[in-house]
């Protein structure tokens, strides 16, 4: 069943939306929350799990300092305050995933509360998202559904549990209710969530990958008349999982809860379900503020005390957040607002920086990142990084260049060798035999054959005509197979001729 919608303009017409993010990151520690666990993706399964992960009887716990530390580093960078002590509750469920029939989470005392991002939107407007809270818990283990023809719970046959993820430490980060973004709520989504992302991977406590669930969102939507202070019944999508997704998800349900709003039926407090292939949600499990998960501090764990000192030891440890440094890379650079944005938006500004710093310039760092590596990855599928390029192979690509060894579409051709594994740039321009030819002998011979070949444009040339020279060129360069540097072909023609270039 499909549900209606309105369209996004006649949705803003009437209403206002107010969002609420529920981001969880996964922390990259070596081992898990509560136990000595490696915490790695992609092994076998189930071989990352001990006792503690798997909830056996009268196991203790024992808090991870580093997934503290990190939780700590993320709360700074979100601008919150610090609690001195917090404690550990149980979040009391069923679920196959979960063995200990509880999640160790943090409920009425949160690590870290009341901060802040500033957002910058695509036209340079700056929008403040408040964070509520930002609190430790565990991941679940991951439940595969087999037989099905979606891979979802609904028609399979049965089920496959990996505990591998099972006490892998999260932190979830939820912001205030989000008033005022107006028909930008679905862009300030996609750029909330990013922000978030840069933030965890420039402080290196997590690898931040989404299609790996490093970071997932769950979107809260809700609609109000314009005018009325009283917030709407909210929807929350659960697991958004990639940019484009959070920008999709918050557009369509702005869509559909515009419709039951007009309809007249009551909105449902439900969370909902994201399909990427239809770009629609679908209703998940009906949930109330009320559901009650008997919280309790959990009894194995001492409260943390987060010491004045710590905190500010490990806030100085910070990096330079993620805005600032983009300011500082296009200041440095000199690219324009317009090719700095096209390069963030590609996705390979971390890649562009490492290559200034191989040597290049910024012009010819951005010329080979925008100009050839962007649509090789695209066609890949893969981001730009993860082709694998060494920045000094562009470095040393760009040399042979400047120096004449080889012609652009030449440089372009050794790439494709490298990423095919045949060697380094030198390697291959000698293997391939794409050395331009520089020696003044075999252009002379084939200068003097494309002459012989086109007497009448010859004498146009001697006759003044030279933008005439374009044929002879042509000619040499067929005859060089596209071997030679035009430039040097165009003075020795002109020199041949006796004609002043
Ligand atoms: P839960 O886990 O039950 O979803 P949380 O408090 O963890 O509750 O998260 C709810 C999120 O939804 C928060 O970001 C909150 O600011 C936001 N929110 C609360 N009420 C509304 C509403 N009426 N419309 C939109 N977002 C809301
Ligand atoms: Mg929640």
């Known amino acids: 069943m499909t549900d209606a919608t309105l369209s996004f ?47 056996m009887p009268g196991v203790l716990p024992v808090v991870n300092k580093t997934a503290i530390e990190s939780s700590i580093k993320i709360g700074l960078a979100l601008n919150c305050k610090i609690a001195e002590t ?61 037989g099905g023809a979606t891979g979802r719970i609904q028609g399979a046959d049965y089920s496959l549990v990996d505990y591998n993820r099972s ?17 930008r709520a679905p862009e300030l989504a996609k750029a909330y969530v990013a922000a978030v992302r840069e933030i965890v991977k420039n402080l290196g406590v997590s690898d931040a990958k989404m299609e790996r669930g490093n970071v997932r969102c769950d979107a809260n939507v809700s609609l109000r008349p314009h005018g009325r202070e009283r917030f709407g019944i909210r929807s929350e999508t659960k697991n958004v999982n990639s940019l484009r997704a959070v920008e999709h998800a918050v557009r369509y349900e702005i869509q559909r809860h515009a419709a039951v709003l007009d309809s007249g039926e009551p909105v449902i407090q439900e969370t909902r379900h994201w399909h990427e292939d239809t770009r629609t949600t679908t209703s998940g499990r009906a949930k109330s503020d009320a559901d009650d998960y008997r919280y309790f501090p959990e009894p194995d764990l001492v409260p943390i005390t987060a010491s004045r000192e710590w905190v500010e030891e490990l806030r100085a440890t910070l990096p330079e957040p993620p805005a600032a440094r983009r300011k500082r890379l296009q200041a440095d650079w000199g690219y324009s607002d317009l090719e700095f944005r096209d390069v963030v938006n590609a996705g390979v500004m971390d890649e ?150």
């Open 352 to 501: 562009i920086e490492e290559t200034i710093a191989a040597g290049a310039t910024p012009t010819v760092a951005r010329k080979w990142w925008m100009g050839e590596i962007v649509g090789r990855a695209k066609n890949a599928d893969v981001d730009p990084g993860q082709l694998g390029v060494n920045p000094a192979t562009i470095v040393e690509l760009n040399k042979m260049v400047e120096e004449g060894k080889i012609n652009n579409k030449m440089a372009s051709e050794v790439l494709d060798g490298v990423l095919a594994g045949e060697g380094t740039p030198a390697e291959i321009v000698e293997k391939r035999g794409l050395a331009v030819v520089s020696d003044d002998g075999p252009l002379l011979e084939a200068i003097d054959a494309a002459l012989a070949a086109q007497p009448d444009v010859a004498d146009k040339i001697r006759g003044g005509k030279v933008q005439a020279i374009g044929a002879i060129v042509g000619g040499v360069m067929k005859a060089t197979r596209g071997q030679a540097d035009a430039g040097r072909v165009r003075a020795l023609i002109l020199q041949r001729l006796g004609v002043e270039g």
């Open 167 to 183: 006490g892998v430490p999260l932190v979830e980060i939820v912001t205030k209710p989000i008033e005022g973004a107006g028909s």
């Open 86 to 146: 917090c404690r550990f509750a149980r979040k009391n469920y069923f679920y196959p995933d979960t063995p200990k029939n509880f999640q160790t989470s943090q409920y009425d005392e949160p690590i870290a509360y009341d901060g802040y991002l500033d957002i910058e939107l695509a036209d340079g407007t700056v929008f403040r998202v408040e964070i509520e809270r930002a609190h430790m818990e565990e991941d679940a283990g991951k439940l595969t559904h087999m």
């Open 9 to 55: 303009e006649e949705a803003m017409e009437k209403y206002d939306p107010v969002l609420g993010f529920e981001v969880h990151v996964e922390l990259n520690t070596k081992t898990k929350m509560f136990s000595s666990a490696p915490n790695v993706f992609g092994d076998e399964p189930n071989t990352n799990v001990n006792e503690v992960d798997l909830g």
